[in-house]
């Protein structure tokens, strides 16, 4: 007998009770969107290498992605994430499109690392972004979006919170204090995006041993990393008296240890992080002003979005017990076949029912006992059975069983408004 062959290591099968999650989730992600005008787009799964490399994370284009090579022996990448794809397709129409541009996208990418608690090899993704404002405006907005995505998942700030940080003002400010040459700002900011992941004696270690750093500059970075302070950044401070203006403040909090790894972000970045025992990042965004010259374009195109992974926001649903229960939409109607001989009136009566836009499932197994077709339609939860028997068929008349009122009333087949309205308030027993 042949093995089983099992699914990919990091992969999932959505069985129609997980696919009606996914679609919930997807009109989540979208719905909130529309709310600030975001229209929906999509792109390839495929792309080249190029595309990423000195773009996207080092981390991500040399150990986390599918990679694979067309018939040219040209390097090709399933999309690990989405910003250099939007950012290639505004560079080829830039001179069509109208600014500022604000687009959002739910599809599926891959990446490459080791499967765990909210992370996957295979996931779903919702993208965000508006381009063509150097604004403080847009950062805001997207901000905004994010905290609204919260409202509308019933998320509280008990269990999550946006951590903000302005990349650009960081980089000045260690510039500055630790007396550190351009070149050196760069490896001490890839340091700050892994402080989290460290001890602070194994931090400091490499900030000495790596790093070249002294213990005076350490302590400065440290008490850098601690500060509350807005004062450094006066385009974080109009940000947050924006978000407050939004009535979204009380999600977020200045975070400067908050860098983000993508090479392409330049000022504004900033993560959801849930404040349950899940503690982790939800997921991240930032202000990319650059990355389409980067791809090719002729303009400079500034940006600003984030994106949001199904898998982690997930973990936090069912942690604090608010993930859905659906019903996965199937028939309305189940039409019986009482014997092989009356199976064409039984298809021709199903038949009549999808002209009219009933959802309605044939009978697949002639032959079979009525009880067992009733049990069957029972166990997939189809609130109706149609039933035409030899009286039925001589008549023109179908039976129609509400399974779970256990009534049934008896209808000719050509009256669909009345076997409609039925269908829409069930039998009651006399």
Not at 30 to 45: A, C, D, H, K
Not at 155 to 172: C, W
Not at 244 to 260: S, T, Y
Request: proline share 4%.
């Amino acid at each position: 007998m042949p093995q089983l062959i099992p699914k990919v290591k990091g992969t999932r099968d959505f069985y129609p009770e997980d696919w009606a999650y996914q679609k919930w989730l997807c009109e989540k992600f979208i719905g909130v969107g529309n709310l600030f005008g975001y229209r929906e787009y999509e792109s390839t799964i495929l792309e080249y290498m190029a595309l990423y490399l000195g773009k996207s994370s080092e981390e991500i284009v040399t150990q986390q992605t599918f990679t694979l090579s067309d018939r040219d022996d040209k390097q090709l990448v399933m999309r690990p994430e989405l910003t250099p794809t939007l950012a290639r397709m505004v560079a080829q129409k830039e001179g069509e499109l109208t600014f500022p541009i604000r687009w959002q996208s739910y599809g599926r990418f891959f990446r490459y690392e080791r499967p765990q608690r909210g992370r996957g090899r295979s996931f779903f993704q919702w993208n965000i972004d508006a381009l063509g404002s150097d604004s403080y405006l847009a950062d805001a907005e997207i901000i905004t979006i994010a905290c609204t995505l919260f409202k509308h998942l019933d998320l509280s700030t008990q269990h999550a919170t946006i951590r903000v940080n302005d990349r650009q003002g960081l980089e000045n400010l260690i510039a500055k204090e630790l007396a550190l040459p351009p070149e050196n700002i760069r490896p001490v900011l890839g340091a700050i995006d892994r402080i989290d992941k460290m001890p602070e004696e194994k931090f400091r270690i490499h900030l000495a041993d790596d790093l070249d750093l002294s213990t005076d500059q350490i302590d400065t970075l440290y008490e850098i990393l601690q500060t509350a302070d807005l004062t450094f950044s006066p385009w974080l401070q109009r940000i947050f008296e924006q978000l407050d203006k939004n009535g979204v403040i009380e999600f977020v909090k200045l975070d400067l240890k908050i860098v983000r790894g993508f090479d392409y972000y330049t000022r504004t970045v900033f993560e959801a992080w849930a404040k349950t025992s899940l503690r982790r990042a939800l997921f991240g965004g930032g202000r990319y002003d650059n990355l389409t010259r980067q791809v090719g374009g002729k303009r400079q195109v500034p940006g600003v979005g984030f994106a949001v992974g199904d898998m982690a926001i997930t973990e936090l649903l069912k942690e604090i017990d608010i993930y859905p229960q659906l019903e996965t939409p199937g028939a309305r109607v189940f039409v019986t076949i009482f014997s092989e001989d009356l199976l064409t009136q039984s298809s021709s009566f199903a038949e009549k029912l999808r002209q009219e836009g009933i959802a309605t499932e044939l009978h697949l197994i002639p032959g079979q006992r009525l009880d067992r077709q009733f049990k069957y339609a029972d166990r997939q939860n189809i609130p109706f059975a149609a039933v035409i028997g030899p009286d039925e068929a001589s008549a023109n008349t179908v039976v129609l069983k509400d399974l779970k009122a256990r009534a049934q009333q008896i209808f000719s087949q050509n009256d669909l408004c009345a076997i409609k309205t039925t269908l829409k308030n069930g039998i009651t027993q006399a």
